[in-house]
Each structure stands twice: as C-alpha cells, then as structure tokens.
C-alpha cells in the first residue's frame, strides 16, 4: 500500500466520493463463510452495522433444492440488506434456487465462483468454474432471466498456476455479457491441487493490481474487491480504485470493526451501541430464537467471542461463553457470569 493511510481514511470519511458512490450497495460487504455467515451470525453484524451488506453461507442448488428451504434460507427481516449465495452449475437449477431466494426476500443472488475445496470441486462448482466462463455465463443468464433482483458473481483472479490477467478479464467479459454488472473478485488465484481451503486463503499471493485493473478495464461494472484486508485504512485505500470492499474472517473474529462502518464509509450514524450493549441485544434474541426455534444459545453465542477482542477480561468472557458444562443454563445466567469474570479481571489488570 502506497501514500498515507490515515489521510486516505479521513477524506473518504468526509466524502471524498460523490453521495451516490457512499451509498452504493456493495461498498462494503461481509463475506460469505461456510459454517459462519448464518443467520444469527448476520444478526450480531447487523446490530453493529445497518449499511453494510451481508451474506449468506454458501447454499448448494442441490442442498436446496433436495432440503429444507426453511432450514437454509431463514432470516431475520432486521438482517435486509442481505444476499444468497449459491453454489451450483447447472443453468436451470440455478434459475429454480435463485426463484426460491427471490421469494424468501433476499435482495440479490450470488453465483460461488471461488471456492476452491475439493468437496465442491465434485459438484463441480466453486473456482473450477471459471475455466469454464460460457458455462458461467449459462448460468448467470438463467438467473437474469428468473429474477428481479441483482445477479453476482463471486470468483478468484486465477486458477491453478494460471497468473495471466487475461485469464480473469476474459472471464469477466464473458460473463459480464450475459447479464452479470457486479463481480466480487478474491485477489488471489485459487489452487485446486495441493492446498487446502485455508492454504489457499494465505499461500496464493494477493495482487490488488488485478482487480483494480478490472475496474480500469470495466468500468461501467461494479467491481469489488476482497481478500487479505483487516483494517478501515486498507479498506478506505482500496476505495479509491475500486466500488467496493468484501471483508471476511476480520470481520468475523473482530466484529466490533464494524460498529463505525456505517458513519465511516456510508456518511450515516454509527451503530451507536456499546459493547456491553451489543452483547445484551444477543441474549435477548438468544432467549426469542430458543423460544421459537428451540435454538441452544451455544449456536449463536460462538459468533460473538471476537466481540471483546482487546479488552481487558476478554479471555476469561470467551471461556464461559464456550463453557459446556454451562450449556443447560439460560442464556441469562451464562451473561451474568461471563460479565462477573470480565468486570473482575478488568479490575485485577487496572
């Protein structure tokens, strides 16, 4: 990264960029996270940031189409604006699942074109797919036809040893004329062979300059950048080359970067809730989702322990809410006890 970050940070913050540009939908988004990005997840982000757009897991064709519609693809009308992202390659399942996403409420449909597990390798879907761009484009375009909300594609700059920028620009192109106006591109290639999903999210190096590239290339689509970036600085920089920002595992880990996003990024209030407030809006929805869903606090709890990231007591707080043994206690009871644990050793580190 080049010139000053905190500079950078402060005139977009004052709106460097026109209003419309502020206000875009996809200038900052959390990530899609197979076993993260559920629903109560995306309930916890939401409380630290209205703007920010948020996705949903991963969600096979098949799965959805052979499963249960309610079990994937419930939400919280609180979560909106939220997206659905599929995993798929066959263009009429993906029309009939992009249907079903439509009906459930969400606000636009997301094609995984950048998930490099072997698991989805066999489905044939994920990052194989951009070796196959008019497949790609098959697909985009049965969804273009099926539904009125925005269709998205989600991919890596490469594949395999594949470094060439032609490669990720051609796939662009191709796709782009079926319909497609917004790409969210991972800055690194993706390895099918020889690395796991976690290797191939640190191995692969990033290279920023392709994707800004893309936007240079194309630029009336919405390009939309995601890979690598932990901190509001990295994000201001890179919107100044591109619309948007996707961040994921920080975003995870870290939630409370969030809670600023929305004045920071949107020009609008912050969410205006502490910490400990945050956290009392989650045992509260813990108490109504167990109550309606027979959902065990543990489910959701597992999404905030990044809440208190830095803080003094953080550590004993994450222990009990990940305490089994306090499993068959209320969700009230494991507060009072992980906040005694917090508020005393902030006052034994004081």
Known sequence: MQGNATAISESLSIGARDQSDRHAPWRLSVAPMLDWTDKHCRYLHRLLTKN??????????????????RRHLRMDECEHPVALQLGGSDAADLAQCARIGARWGYDEINLNCGCPSERVQRGAFGACLMAEPQLVADGVKAMVDAVDIPVTVKHRIGIDREESYDFVRDFVGTVSLAGCRVFIVHARNAWLKGLSPKENREIPPLRYELVYRLKRDFPDLTIVLNGGVTTNEQIAEHLLHVDGVMVGREAYHHPWIMSDWDARFFGNSACGLSQDEVEAEMVAYMVRDAAEDGTPWSAIAR?????????????????????????????????ELARSHLQVDAQLAA
């Open 52 to 69: 920010t757009l948020l996705y949903t897991e991963m969600v096979t064709t098949g799965g959805l189409l052979h499963g249960a519609e």
């Open 303 to 335: 999404h905030m322990l990044g809440m208190h990231h830095g803080r003094r007591g953080a550590r004993l707080w994450r222990q009990v809410w990940s305490d089994h043994k306090l499993k068959t206690e209320s969700p009230l009871k494991v507060w």
